[in-house]
């Protein structure tokens, strides 16, 4: 019980983080626009999840492993699709094509690397 606590936990502490990253990159004009927080938060918790799954499926057949560059290329094509999937699926979210979406990604990923690196002298 207290593993489906902790995963919990986890995703809800990756969706506020993540969904403040996704808030801050809309409010940068670089191909994405978010109306407020709950559409941010939402795509952030799937974005995390199918990101989770896609990097176990490539990790089991050996294509990818942790921190080398075809799992940040497949992590980036990843949210750049959910990107474009919430555009159609979420009320206020709105994604400037697949350039906007990969422009968005990347500048997530780099907001999350700073966000990441920042914490780690905490």
């Known amino acids: 019980m207290s593993t489906i606590l902790g995963a919990i936990l986890t995703l809800l502490v990756i969706g506020v983080t993540s969904g403040l990253i996704i808030w801050i990159v809309s409010k940068l004009g670089l191909g994405l626009e978010v109306d407020g927080f709950?559409?941010?938060f939402i795509a952030a918790i799937v974005i995390a999840i199918v990101a989770a799954g896609?990097?176990?499926v490539t990790n089991s057949i050996g294509l990818t492993g942790s921190g080398n560059w075809l799992a940040v290329i497949v992590n980036i094509i990843v949210a750049a699709v959910i990107l474009?999937?919430?555009?159609k699926l979420l009320a206020g979210f709105?994604?400037?094509g697949f350039v906007g979406a990969l422009?968005?990604?990347?500048?997530?990923?780099?907001?999350?690397?700073?966000?990441?690196?920042?914490?780690?002298?905490v």
């Open 103 to 121: 422009i968005a990604a990347v500048a997530i990923g780099v907001i999350s690397g700073i966000f990441a690196w920042l914490i780690s002298f």
């Open 54 to 56: 896609v990097h176990w």
């Open 94 to 96: 709105k994604v400037a």
């Open 84 to 87: 474009l999937i919430a555009d």
């Open 38 to 40: 709950a559409s941010a």
